[in-house]
Nanobody
Framework: QAQLVESGGGLVQPGGSLRLSCAAS???????MAWYRQAPGKQRELVAYITSTRTTDYADSVKGRFTISRDNAKNTVYLEMNSLNTEDTAVYYC?????????WGQGTQVTVSS
């Protein structure tokens, strides 16, 4: 069964940076891949996506601060996050876009706090 494993989260101060990784157990090169996040008490939301041809798009709240990229040879998707603020605190997940129900990983916690 295909798996996604997210990593790279942690505790960071406002204004700091983190780089998240998402490693897939299957080839992803044909798929549009995305990062999602879920903050406490809120619904899961789309943060960014990258197509198979590397077209990208971002939620308005992260434009100019986050960068999504992919390495198909490693079946890995990345999310570079800069200028983090407290509203970025959430569990971050990767998946296809649209998401595949059986493809959710455990996520990685990002906490932005002073």
């Amino acid at each position: 069964q295909a798996q996604l494993v997210e990593s790279g989260g942690g505790l960071v101060q406002p204004g700091g940076s983190l780089r998240l990784s998402c490693a897939a157990s299957v080839s992803i090169f044909l798929y549009t891949m995305a990062w999602y996040r879920q903050a406490p008490g809120k619904q899961r939301e789309l943060v960014a996506y990258i197509t198979s041809t590397r077209t990208t798009d971002y939620a308005d709240s992260v434009k100019g601060r986050f960068t999504i990229s992919r390495d198909n040879a490693k079946n890995t998707v990345y999310l570079e996050m800069n200028s983090l603020n407290t509203e970025d605190t959430a569990v971050y997940y990767c998946n296809r876009r649209p998401p595949a129900a059986g493809f959710w990983g455990q996520g990685t916690q990002v906490t932005v706090s002073s």
